[in-house]
Structure formats: C-alpha cells, structure tokens
C-alpha cells in the first residue's frame, strides 16, 4: 500500500511513501494524505500522479507529447537573438540561407532535431 501527499489547491501528487497510515507525517493544511496508488508503474514518480477528487482516487497521467510545432518554437533562438544571427552573417559576407550562415545552420538544426511528422 502506497500513501500520496496531495496538494488540495491543485490535487497535484507531491509525494508517494510506502506503508500504512503510520507512515504519515504532519503536513500543512494546504496538503492531505491519500491512501493510493495502489502500485507504482514501473519507473514512474510523483509528478505522474494526480488525485481525481471525483472518485477520490490517485491515479497516473501520462502526458500528450507536445506537438511538433510547438516544440520547434520553444526550441528555436528568440527572434532577436535569430536577426543578430543574420545582421552579423551579412556583416562577415555570408549570404543568409546558405550553409555557411550562422543562422541557417541554427534553423536546419532544429528542424533536423524535430521533423515536421
């Protein structure tokens, strides 16, 4: 048996001990003992838990892998920093958009890292 502490604004599992009721220590009154899950998937922690109060349960979350998109703009340099990138290859003579460019390879890095699916 499994014990969870449970953050009551966010019903976030914050963490899971093993053992009874006794297991339990004092908490603040933002936070409550759950008894569950009742096993653990095999590598999974806290953070992949969540209480349903609901049906008063604990139970994983596996998260949707972020889109595609949204991974590349969280990935690609700040649009300022990617202008400073083109403003410093036209200074040096690099013609943007060739292989040769600062910001060319930056761009093709990250779409070669997360292809379009």
Request: hydrophobic share 30%.
């Amino acid at each position: 048996m499994y014990q969870s502490l449970i953050n009551k604004n966010s019903g976030r599992v914050v963490q899971i001990i093993k053992g009874g009721s006794d297991a339990r220590f004092d908490v603040h009154e933002d936070f409550m003992w759950i008894d569950g899950p009742y096993e653990l998937a095999k590598g999974a922690d806290a953070p992949d838990y969540w209480y349903h109060s609901d049906d008063r349960e604990v139970r994983r979350t596996i998260p949707r892998p972020t889109p595609y998109d949204l991974n590349r703009r969280m990935t690609y340099e700040s649009i300022e920093n990617q202008l400073d990138m083109l403003f410093h290859d036209m200074e040096a003579g690099l013609v943007p958009g060739k292989e040769s460019s600062t910001w060319f390879a930056h761009v093709k890095s990250v779409k070669d890292q997360i292809p379009k699916p």
